[in-house]
């Protein structure tokens, strides 16, 4: 069992430590000046974007699910990812929030863990393919903008880039795959967790005994549910698109809108770049929650665009938004999860026939 108390701790001090060294690196007699002039109606609308982008993930996770022939309230689906993000900031690459919400959408929305786990990986799909798209004119613009200034390149930014995306590439080939010759994948999962048995305790083996019964299931399930997107569900997942573009809309938008809160008007191209970069530094499962990282990598590239005495103050408002608004929100999220389903809210009910009760017609 993943030790979440351990990753937040971890999380927090990292993340601490590092806010502290920027506040000490970057505060001066002209920060105090520049924050006596600040507009807190921009902050409050930055707060307000953070809390749509959770929506438009709901409505997403919504469409998704319609595709296959489920359907979920947007409340449901709204619990659902904040109880995921508050996980995914806890665990490095984010990794911990997706069996959480998969197991949430079976207790919600009856729905199978092969076909929980396609509509999951079909969000995250979503947002890397719209991130990889807006990667190339993001080194354009970066690579423009310092052979202007200073005609040198950044230090190892274009290693990073390609070693993120030739990972992400990596993932989806090998899913892809899981499609295209299931019973490859299918034999190779038998293999593995047979030779897993083997080499674990006793305590273990009951629960790879059961995985191995049901993995092949789970397999056909996952394949059919992508068929299915492709198909009859496709008009849903044309919307499901459009709110992920939506999304990374709203959250590219927080950054610009702290900016103008501290009256700092910045080329909205170079903005655009930077966060595109950043969204795949975050990627990289370093620390948990990206912790140090990510704030390290911002106030990098935040640098370009934002005075000195004031790029610290910007990474700060923007991590406290982007990041601890999401471990308060996604806590009352968990604590609701737990009033409803009892303290076993995250583990996977033994009682399958309860699961394959009441699972809702496919859409026509």
Known sequence: MVNYKKFFIISLIISLISALAIIVLTTDADTIESLKTIRPEYIVLAIAFQIISYVLTAKKTKFLLRSLGYRIRTRYALENILTGILLASLTPASIGGEPVRILLLRKNAKVPVGKATAVIFMERFLDVFFILICLIPSMFILRLFFKRETGAGIWGIDTLLYAGTAGIIILLAVLIYVIIN???VKKLVRKIL?????????KYKPKIQKAILVSENEIDLFRSSFKRFISVGRFNLITAVFYTTLYWIIRFSILWLILLGLNIHPDLSLLFATQVVLAIIMIIPATPGASGISEIAALTLYSLFVPASLVGVVVIAWRAITYYLNIVAGALA????IR????????????????????PPAEN
């Open 182 to 184: 299931p019973e490859f």
């Open 194 to 202: 047979i030779f897993l048995e083997r080499k674990s305790s006793e």
């Open 334 to 337: 968990s604590l609701q999860m």
């Open 340 to 359: 409803k389903y009892g303290i076993n809210a995250f583990s996977i009910s033994n009682n399958k026939k309860e699961d394959e009760q009441n699972i």
